[in-house]
C-alpha cells in the first residue's frame, strides 16, 4: 500500500526557532500533498495543499509566511515553522495523494512542542 | 462553505454493543472517506464510497453512502476494545479537492 512517511515524529524546541517538517511519499509520486494541524481530541484542519514545482494553496488564516511550504520533488514536501511560538504548538500531519481522484495517505504526523 | 456534521463527538460503550456513527451534510460529495485514528499517529484509511445508496463491509464494519451522497453512516457490530480510536468522516466535493473533515467521533470501548 501507499506508504508517507513523516520527520520528525516529535520535536521540542525554545520560543523562536524554526522548524522544519518532511513528508515522503515512499512508493508513489504525489503530485500533491496536504498539510493539516490538529489539536488534542479534535479533528484534522487544513492548512494548506502543497502542489509539485508550484506555490503552495493556504486555507483562510494560515499565515503562509508563517508556515512556509515547499514542494521541490513528486515525493517530497517541507513544511517549515517560522519563529515558532507556545501557540504554535500542535500536531501536525501531511498526507499525499498518489492519484488525482485516489484517496489521501497520512503520515504519522509531528508532535510540535514548544517552551 | 461545505461541512460535515459527525455525531456523536465521543460514545463510550461497552465491548460486545453495536454503535452507529453518522455524518451529514447539506451538500453532495463526489466521495466519502473513513478514518480511524490513535493517538499519536496518522490516520489510516478505513474505506472509500463512491456511489450513492453504496454499503460497503469490513469485517464487523457497515459503511454506508447516502443515495443522494450528502450523508454517511459507520456502524460497528459487536464493538471490542480494539475498535477504541477516533473515528473521522472526510469528504470531497469534486474529484481531485482536499478533504473536508468531520469532527471526528472519539470511541472508547471497555471490556
Known amino acids: 500500500g501507499a506508504v508517507v512517511s513523516q520527520h520528525p515524529s516529535r520535536v521540542i524546541c525554545k520560543s523562536g526557532t524554526s522548524v522544519k517538517i518532511e513528508c515522503r511519499s515512499l512508493?508513489?509520486?504525489?503530485?500533491?500533498m496536504f498539510w493539516y494541524r490538529q489539536f488534542p481530541k479534535k479533528s484534522l484542519m487544513l492548512m494548506a495543499t502543497?502542489?509539485?514545482?508550484?506555490?503552495?494553496?493556504?486555507e483562510q488564516g494560515v499565515e503562509k509566511d508563517k508556515f512556509l511550504i515547499n514542494h521541490a520533488s513528486l515525493t517530497l514536501s517541507t513544511l517549515t515553522v517560522t519563529s515558532a511560538h507556545p501557540e504554535d504548538s500542535s500536531f501536525y500531519i501531511c498526507?499525499?495523494?498518489?492519484?488525482?481522484?485516489?484517496?489521501?495517505?497520512f503520515g504519522d504526523g509531528t508532535r510540535l512542542s514548544i517552551l | 462553505t461545505q461541512l460535515l456534521e459527525q455525531s456523536p463527538q465521543f460514545l463510550s460503550i461497552q465491548e460486545g454493543e453495536n454503535l452507529t456513527v453518522y455524518c451529514n451534510s447539506s451538500?453532495?460529495?463526489?466521495?466519502l472517506q473513513w478514518y480511524r485514528q490513535e493517538p499519536g499517529e496518522g490516520p489510516v484509511l478505513l474505506v472509500t464510497v463512491v456511489t450513492g445508496g453504496e454499503v460497503k463491509k469490513l469485517k464487523r464494519l457497515t459503511f454506508q453512502f447516502g443515495d443522494a451522497r450528502k450523508d454517511s453512516s459507520l456502524h460497528i457490530t459487536a464493538a471490542q476494545p480494539g475498535d477504541t480510536g477516533l473515528y473521522l468522516c472526510a469528504g470531497a466535493s469534486q474529484a481531485g479537492t482536499a478533504l473536508i473533515f468531520g469532527k471526528g467521533t472519539t470511541l472508547s470501548v471497555s471490556s
Open positions: 451538500s453532495v460529495f463526489s466521495s
Open positions: 498526507s499525499a495523494r498518489d492519484q488525482t481522484v485516489g484517496p489521501q495517505h
Open positions: 502543497s502542489n509539485e514545482g508550484s506555490k503552495a494553496t493556504y
Open positions: 512508493d508513489f509520486q504525489a503530485t500533491t
